[in-house]
């Protein structure tokens, strides 16, 4: 019996350890339940909060001679046609989003640059505000200019799209969209600053401002714009030229534009109706100083066969002013005298391009293109392209070979 009373307190503890523990592992199994579908409420907002894509393109090109139209050569290399994108979007709130999307170009070793960072708010279901760094709204595929997969193209038409070296601008934009029986009428108004560096040219654009109207019955698209801006442009190529021929341009003399007034117009027009699609744009450029206003446009026209697409394209491009630029960019010569070195018509441009091509989408969100391109029609001019070369060469034409793949994620 003593026994039994000296025990039973022991047993007692056994016992209530036992249920304590037992209480303790419910508890921890109860509340790692719970964590976890926290974790997983937590997770599931942040899915809903957070999406990600992106596109990368690649491909070969080789050019039949230096010309270098689109930047292609005879020594063009896979890199340079390649870029990986990654585009992350947060909702902020229910009617606020931030969008940033990364760039990395195998031209530029893979460098990864911001091309989009903005804060967008809808304050009504056809009302959109925007601030940030976002793309200008020059042409018809400014939003999707370097997406490959979203056009049928190897490329978008030079003619048109090059003239403009200049991509991005920070500032803010208004987007107002009227929704019609069948139809929409879009209205963008933007202003902002930029200021590029580019292979041919340094560009600065300021107290830049723009209007675009766009109507669509999603058959048929017509868009137009017109936007101005106080330009500066400095000609560093032409800079490079002169002095890879022993001369170094005066002062100022590769300063083409100071901040001058420059107009950008454009209107488009495309159909598509599940088959058939043509596309067609126009633009003129015009910028006070020695830079050469230029009118340009192009013409598409492709047809679908299942996940076959071919396409034809013919575009243009021509200055507007070259009897503004008979005179000559100056340069010190070694001796130190002050000579003309460069004629300032080195900047008049013309150029025809032809194009056609095909188009597979193997799988959805990847397409395989093909594209043969042949430019002429330069009349002695650079037209728009390696003046070193056009003009110095007996070549009045170039043709480039693309085989490019296109995809979206």
């Given at each position: 019996?003593?026994?039994?009373?000296?025990?039973?307190?022991?047993?007692l503890?056994i016992?209530?350890?036992?249920?304590?523990a037992?209480?303790?592992?419910?508890?921890?199994?109860?509340?790692?339940q719970?964590?976890?579908a926290?974790?997983?409420?937590?997770?599931?907002?942040?899915?809903?909060?957070?999406?990600?894509?992106?596109?990368?393109?690649?491909?070969?090109?080789?050019?039949?001679?230096d010309?270098?139209?689109?930047?292609?050569?005879?020594?063009?290399?896979?890199?340079?046609?390649?870029?990986?994108?990654?585009?992350?979007?947060?909702?902020?709130?229910?009617?606020?989003?931030?969008?940033?999307?990364?760039?990395?170009?195998?031209s530029?070793?893979?460098?990864p640059?911001?091309?989009?960072?903005?804060?967008s708010?809808?304050?009504?279901?056809?009302?959109?505000l925007?601030?940030?760094?976002?793309?200008?709204?020059?042409?018809?595929?400014?939003?999707?200019?370097?997406?490959?997969?979203?056009?049928?193209?190897?490329?978008?038409?030079?003619?048109?799209?090059?003239?403009?070296?200049?991509?991005?601008?920070?500032?803010?934009?208004?987007?107002?969209?009227?929704?019609?029986?069948?139809?929409?009428?879009?209205?963008?108004?933007?202003?902002?600053?930029?200021?590029?560096?580019?292979?041919?040219?340094?560009?600065?654009?300021?107290?830049?401002?723009?209007?675009?109207?766009?109507?669509?019955?999603?058959?048929?698209?017509?868009?137009?714009?017109?936007?101005?801006?106080?330009?500066?442009?400095?000609?560093?190529?032409?800079?490079?030229?002169?002095?890879?021929?022993?001369?170094?341009?005066?002062?100022?003399?590769?300063?083409?534009?100071?901040?001058?007034r420059?107009?950008?117009?454009?209107?488009?027009?495309?159909f598509?109706?599940?088959?058939?699609?043509?596309?067609?744009?126009?633009?003129?450029?015009?910028?006070?100083?020695?830079?050469a206003?230029?009118?340009?446009?192009?013409?598409?026209?492709?047809?679908?066969?299942?996940?076959?697409?071919?396409?034809?394209?013919?575009?243009?491009?021509?200055?507007?002013?070259?009897?503004?630029?008979?005179?000559?960019?100056?340069?010190?010569a070694?001796?130190?005298?002050v000579?003309?070195?460069?004629?300032?018509?080195i900047?008049?441009?013309?150029?025809?391009?032809?194009?056609?091509g095909?188009?597979?989408?193997i799988?959805?969100?990847?397409?395989?293109k093909?594209?043969?391109?042949?430019?002429?029609?330069?009349?002695?001019?650079?037209?728009?392209?390696?003046?070193?070369?056009?003009l110095?060469?007996?070549?009045?034409?170039?043709?480039v070979?693309?085989?490019?793949?296109d995809?979206?994620?």
């Amino acid at each position: 019996m003593r026994i039994y009373f000296r025990l039973a307190p022991l047993a007692l503890a056994i016992a209530a350890g036992s249920v304590m523990a037992q209480s303790s592992d419910e508890a921890v199994a109860q509340m790692q339940q719970q964590l976890k579908a926290m974790q997983q409420q937590l997770n599931s907002v942040n899915n809903d909060r957070v999406r990600f894509n992106g596109f990368f393109s690649t491909g070969y090109s080789r050019a039949s001679n230096d010309a270098g139209f689109d930047g292609i050569t005879e020594e063009t290399s896979v890199a340079d046609q390649s870029l990986l994108a990654l585009q992350g979007t947060f909702d902020v709130t229910e009617k606020s989003q931030a969008v940033m999307q990364l760039v990395g170009r195998g031209s530029e070793d893979w460098d990864p640059v911001i091309e989009w960072a903005y804060l967008s708010h809808r304050p009504t279901n056809n009302l959109q505000l925007r601030a940030g760094k976002m793309r200008l709204p020059f042409f018809m595929y400014s939003d999707s200019l370097e997406v490959g997969y979203s056009q049928t193209w190897a490329r978008p038409p030079a003619a048109v799209y090059d003239p403009v070296a200049i991509q991005s601008y920070v500032g803010a934009d208004a987007t107002h969209t009227l929704n019609f029986d069948g139809s929409s009428l879009t209205t963008q108004v933007f202003t902002g600053f930029t200021e590029e560096e580019g292979n041919i040219s340094e560009v600065e654009l300021r107290n830049t401002a723009g209007l675009t109207l766009g109507w669509t019955d999603y058959v048929w698209t017509v868009r137009g714009i017109a936007a101005t801006g106080e330009t500066s442009i400095n000609a560093t190529r032409l800079a490079a030229i002169a002095e890879a021929n022993g001369l170094q341009l005066v002062d100022g003399q590769a300063i083409l534009a100071d901040e001058e007034r420059g107009n950008f117009f454009g209107i488009g027009l495309g159909f598509d109706d599940g088959t058939w699609q043509v596309i067609s744009e126009i633009t003129r450029v015009e910028v006070d100083g020695k830079f050469a206003d230029t009118d340009s446009a192009y013409l598409s026209v492709a047809r679908r066969f299942g996940a076959f697409t071919p396409y034809a394209v013919i575009g243009w491009v021509e200055s507007q002013d070259n009897d503004e630029r008979e005179a000559a960019f100056l340069a010190q010569a070694p001796s130190g005298a002050v000579v003309p070195a460069v004629p300032e018509s080195i900047l008049n441009t013309r150029r025809d391009e032809y194009s056609v091509g095909m188009r597979w989408d193997i799988t959805p969100g990847v397409a395989i293109k093909a594209d043969i391109t042949h430019v002429r029609g330069f009349e002695d001019s650079a037209g728009g392209l390696n003046p070193a070369f056009v003009l110095t060469s007996d070549n009045d034409s170039t043709n480039v070979y693309t085989l490019k793949l296109d995809s979206a994620f």
